[in-house]
């Protein structure tokens, strides 16, 4: 009887082990990872799991810097998510190593959306990878932020999608502050984000990345550092680059009201709309030879391996629909890459000072290409150091340009590299 | 032929460790040196590419050779930095003073500090416009630098840090206890003799401690070489430009972040090897100064 007792325990303690503590045996529990983390208001999980209350959502928080190679590790010690948000430049590996389902059939059978219904852009990437690998959770920009104050008492006026460099340069001397020789006020801070880099430069007319999806940069990037190097040493109206380790900075001058001016992601409204101190806005990238910005985004992916596809994609599904939508875009201030969503303007989530002028996001849209994000993101974290170093002048202008020639050809191999 | 019992005990307390090192050690060795021949990007199948990789990283315009001497530069200044600063801290614990144990905590704090925290906080103190070091300097009417952004000053900025690092710490902890070992009479008699305090550090000090300075200086190179990306990626992620890309940092960057896996391999034969010669060549001079006897 003992005996019988015994076992009966183990048995139910080994069931116990093997369901996750607090699910039923009847749950589902899929597993979700992405660099952003979930907002607490616009937690778009939690509203997944209200509406199906059998499938759990298992979500992993991986940082941004070590994004990518984490998932690639993952993937090869077999302890990938089930649900995983690939980056523009990891999708076709994750999708050329069987790593990740294709979802054709899924998306022809949902009701929730149809494809013709996401910006060119997406439609474009995905006719690229052949089949539909993934899903776009929302998309994003760089753009130019300003300090309405300090604009104001500079009696500057204010940035617009018609705004040059020229308007830039001359709307940074005057914004510029100087006291005692030591300058208390900068017209624009340095560049943290590493994409915006590219995005400069592409104003100067360098592909980036052309149609063949090769590197393609030379010229412009030369002139553009050049222009650069002068604003900063010279000029001294741009902020001198701060160490900025993987797009992580410690300080903001934008945000600590020392920069009139400042470059980032469309992203970092989300950030920048707890500012309580004084009123803001945005505006595009001004213009040079074109207009240019990157396009970023993060495609919803099934793992291969996965045993609970069809969850993983009941949970795709609901994310692309408008409720999940509506969550995503509310809480990243990032617009949704569906054309009948995107002009609902869920997005636009403003804080008490700003910003007010969201075309500034959708007017961006419209011109900017997918470039450096589809090149390896180690690439991108040797070649800014270099850029850097530039600025700082530790390094020539042009030669930083041949070094990050030869970098691609190293990393891409020759045929990765557009000859110049 | 029958083992003996007592022959047999002794290995079988050696097996946890022997196996633990065969799998965890000794089985990544070999494979790395195996990927070091191979192009390999981690989701596609390797392809044997014989020397190549070592090829490329020796060839002249290669930028390994900049980053042997950046690597190298940190070796030897972090290792004299790190054993002087706690030889320091740890002499002036066993001074004849009230409260060495309030020092001692202190001394010991950073060490325990995890190090991401140090370099954020590393970051926002050297900030050249928001920073509390240009803060202070300002006070004085000097004008700071950009001091983790100057490729003149990085580097050293990077491996005077070093003492804030757990290594430091430990090593402090084990000169003071090595001090603590020191006989007494030695010092006695040779303040008799009348000597005085320099002399009694460099002939009396000195070489009864050696062993120990002898292991910290072997641990704290290798730790210099392996270890010192946990300190230098979140602080300068190796810049500006290569100003503070160690080997370590360099590997990870190529194996993780440009998925190039064989190149990266390649690297950690030759840091292992660097390693061990560094290693072996400490062991051959320490014959002459290191004394096992007192």
């Known amino acids: ?420 | 032929m029958a083992f003996k019992r007592e022959s047999i005990v002794p290995y079988l307390y050696l097996l946890p460790w022997i196996i633990g090192f065969t799998l965890f050690m000794g089985g990544p060795i070999i494979a790395a040196i195996v990927i070091s021949f191979t192009k390999w990007d981690l989701l596609t199948p390797p392809t044997w590419v014989g020397l190549s990789n070592f090829i490329n990283m020796f060839s002249a315009g290669s930028e390994f050779w900049v980053i042997l001497k950046v690597t190298l530069i940190f070796m030897v200044f972090s290792v004299i930095i790190t054993m002087c600063w706690s030889l320091f801290t740890a002499l002036l614990l066993n001074q004849r003073v009230r409260g060495t144990g309030i020092f001692s905590f202190f001394y010991f704090a950073p060490a325990v500090v995890p190090l991401i925290s140090l370099t954020f906080v590393f970051q926002l103190m050297f900030n050249k416009e928001l920073g509390i070091v240009n803060y202070v300097l300002s006070l004085v009417g000097m004008e700071g630098p950009n001091w983790l952004m100057d490729s003149r000053l990085a580097l050293w900025v990077v491996t005077v840090l070093c003492i804030y690092t757990y290594f430091t710490g430990q090593m402090m902890l084990i000169f003071d206890s090595a001090l603590k070992e020191v006989p007494k009479e030695l010092y006695e008699a040779a303040e008799i003799d009348g000597a005085n305090a320099v002399n009694k550090f460099f002939k009396i000090t000195i070489p009864a401690i050696s062993p120990i300075f002898f292991f910290n200086l072997v641990t704290g190179t290798i730790n210099s070489l392996n270890t010192s990306f946990a300190l230098i990626y979140p602080l300068t992620a190796g810049g500006p430009g290569q100003a503070t890309q160690v080997m370590s940092l360099d590997i990870y960057v190529n194996a993780f972040k440009n998925f190039r896996m064989g190149y990266a391999s390649a690297e950690a034969v030759i840091l292992f090897a660097i390693t061990a010669m560094m290693s072996l060549l400490q062991f051959r001079l320490s014959k002459k100064w290191v004394h096992y006897e007192a």
């Open chain 1, 1 to 420: 009887m003992k005996k019988r007792l015994l076992v009966s325990l183990l048995v139910l303690g080994l069931v116990c082990m093997l369901v996750p503590a607090g699910y039923s045996a009847d749950t589902t529990v899929v597993k979700y990872a992405h660099w952003n983390a979930l907002s607490e208001e616009y937690n778009y999980v939690k509203a997944f799991e209200e509406k199906y209350p059998d499938i759990k959502i298992e979500f992993t928080l991986i940082p941004e810097a070590e994004y990518s190679q984490k998932l690639t590790t993952m993937i090869m010690a077999g302890t990938a998510p089930d649900v995983m948000c690939l980056w523009e430049c990891d999708i076709s590996r994750f999708a050329n190593g069987g790593f990740v389902i294709p979802l054709d059939d899924y998306v022809s059978q949902s009701e929730a959306f149809t494809l013709d219904d996401f910006i060119p852009a997406v439609q474009g990437l995905i006719e690229m990878q052949g089949n539909l690998y993934g899903l776009p959770w929302c998309f994003a920009t760089e753009i130019m932020y300003y300090n309405k104050d300090l604009f104001d008492k500079a009696g500057v006026s204010y940035p617009d999608e018609n705004w040059t460099w020229e308007d830039f340069e001359n709307a940074a001397q005057k914004l510029t502050v100087v006291e005692n020789g030591k300058v208390e006020q900068w017209g624009c801070d340095a560049l943290s984000f590493q994409g915006l880099w590219y995005s400069l430069i592409g104003t100067f007319g360098d592909d980036i990345v052309n149609d063949k999806g090769q590197f393609s940069m030379g010229e412009g990037a030369k002139e553009f550092l050049k222009w650069w190097y002068r604003l900063t040493n010279e000029e001294k109206v741009v902020a001198p680059p701060q160490i900025s380790t993987s797009g992580i900075i410690s300080t903001d001058l934008f945000v600590a009201g020392k920069a009139a001016m400042a470059f980032n992601g469309s992203w970092m409204a989300s950030v920048y709309r707890d500012i309580q101190n004084f009123k803001w806005d945005i505006a595009p990238i001004p213009k040079g030879v074109r207009q240019y910005s990157t396009l970023h985004t993060g495609f919803f992916t099934v793992n291969s391996a996965s045993k609970v596809q069809d969850a993983a994609w009941q949970f795709i599904e609901f994310c692309m629909g408008e409720e999940g939508q509506e969550l995503i875009n509310k809480a990243a201030n990032n617009p949704s890459a569906r054309l009948s969503i995107l002009e609902k303007g869920y997005y636009r989530v403003q804080g008490p000072m700003g910003p007010e002028n969201w075309d500034a996001i959708d007017k961006t849209a419209q011109f900017a290409q997918w470039g450096y994000v589809l090149l390896p993101s180690g690439l991108t974290f040797d070649i800014v150091k270099d850029f850097n170093a530039a600025i700082l002048g530790q390094i020539g202008t042009d030669e930083v340009v041949e070094k990050a020639i030869n970098r691609a050809k190293e990393i891409l191999g020759e045929e990765g590299v557009a000859s110049e």
